[in-house]
């Protein structure tokens, strides 16, 4: 039996990651899971704001046929992943 150091549950080895044998980490399966999940996520925030500044500006100019209306905040975080600034 061993205890998970995040969540202090007990668990069997089987419920931690094992390389040949020995555990990969203290950590068990479920909370390894949650761990890498909170790293993926992202802070949409700043995303948010700039579309609804946007979105605001495209109305006050009575813009009806505007990209910032079909576009949503998720789909406004794939942008930043682009290098805009290489060189080609």
């Given at each position: 039996?061993?205890?998970?150091?995040?969540?202090r549950?007990?668990?069997?080895?089987?419920?931690?990651?094992?390389?040949?044998?020995?555990a990969?980490?203290n950590?068990?399966?479920?909370?390894?899971?949650?761990?890498?999940?909170?790293?993926?996520?992202?802070?949409?925030?700043?995303?948010?704001?700039?579309?609804?500044?946007?979105?605001?500006?495209?109305?006050?100019?009575?813009?009806?046929?505007?990209?910032?209306?079909?576009?949503?905040?998720?789909?406004?975080?794939?942008?930043?992943?682009?290098?805009?600034?290489?060189?080609?």
């Amino acid at each position: 039996m061993v205890q998970c150091t995040t969540c202090r549950k007990v668990f069997t080895r089987n419920q931690f990651g094992i390389i040949n044998g020995v555990a990969a980490s203290n950590r068990c399966l479920n909370c390894t899971g949650i761990y890498r999940t909170s790293i993926l996520r992202s802070d949409l925030n700043l995303y948010r704001y700039m579309l609804d500044e946007l979105r605001n500006d495209e109305h006050e100019a009575k813009v009806e046929n505007s990209v910032a209306y079909l576009i949503d905040v998720s789909g406004l975080s794939s942008f930043r992943s682009l290098d805009i600034y290489s060189r080609h």
